[in-house]
């Protein structure tokens, strides 16, 4: 309610916002144009801001955020629970597609599965949470698998073959290593029957507030869905993982 609004407060905010996009990018003069407030009340701002540790001033007088957002930032993070925002945001996105949703972590090789929402189709899922499965072989453990570079991918897969969980499961590490840089590009990984005969899927990763790789979601449906449904799917799988990545403080434009 503006009857109640803090205008002060307001303008903290917006410096703090644009401190934390670009950090050690603006000086005083910079957030004064940007963001429209006169050279004197962005000194006071500035100045009573950095005084409470919320930014920092670094030596050529641009400006970061401050040890105190790290404290408050952990503070969060302590009370934060992914899945329970998962059980939040799923139902909608399972509800426009008609497909069940999938959540996954990976642990070494493998994708955990976490929790799923069910969706109305009769073909039921069969992965349960608790149940793992090689990360390579799953549109899940591809989205997570971006997080790594070609070596910590040879370190992870040091066999010569990997492991066919079916005739189009992928096999070989530099084949892994190009559909990875691809899904890095997309933002999406798919999975066409290489997990489970007769099964499609689409995964998108999800983002901490350091930007890393922290879980992913997938949609899984048979053939006549995946024709008719990919792009709706890949659409909402996508948005469903920005959605949960800004709940867990990714910054994301």
């Not at 303008?11 to 006169?38: H, V, W």
């Not at 409470?52 to 009370?79: C, N």
């Not at 939040?88 to 994708?111: C, K, M, N, Y």
Request: net charge negative; with cysteine; aromatic share 10%.
């Amino acid at each position: 309610m503006k009857r109640y609004w803090v205008p002060a407060l307001e303008r903290a905010d917006q410096i703090l916002t644009l401190i934390a996009y670009e950090p050690a990018r603006n000086r005083l003069i910079d957030l004064s144009k940007q963001l429209g407030i006169n050279k004197s009340s962005m000194f006071t701002l500035l100045n009573t801001m950095e005084s409470l540790g919320w930014i920092v001033k670094e030596k050529d007088d641009t400006y970061s955020l401050g040890s105190s957002f790290g404290a408050l930032g952990a503070a969060y993070f302590r009370q934060f629970n992914l899945l329970k925002f998962f059980h939040v945001e799923a139902p909608a996105s399972t509800h426009r597609v008609g497909e069940t949703i999938q959540f996954a972590v990976l642990e070494g090789r493998d994708i955990i599965y976490l929790a799923k929402e069910e969706s109305p189709a009769p073909i039921r899922v069969a992965a349960d949470p608790g149940m793992r499965f090689p990360a390579h072989a799953t549109s899940l453990g591809k989205a997570l698998l971006t997080q790594y570079s070609y070596e910590q991918l040879k370190q992870l897969f040091p066999e010569p073959l990997l492991e066919a969980k079916t005739p189009h499961t992928i096999t070989q590490l530099d084949q892994l290593w190009l559909q990875l840089q691809q899904t890095y590009e997309q933002g999406y990984a798919i999975d066409e029957q290489e997990a489970v005969s007769g099964f499609f899927c689409i995964a998108a990763p999800i983002l901490n507030h350091r930007n890393e790789i922290i879980a992913a979601v997938s949609f899984t449906m048979m053939e006549a869905a995946w024709l008719d449904k990919f792009e709706l799917a890949k659409e909402e799988i996508v948005s469903l993982a920005r959605r949960l990545s800004q709940r867990a403080g990714a910054m994301i434009l």
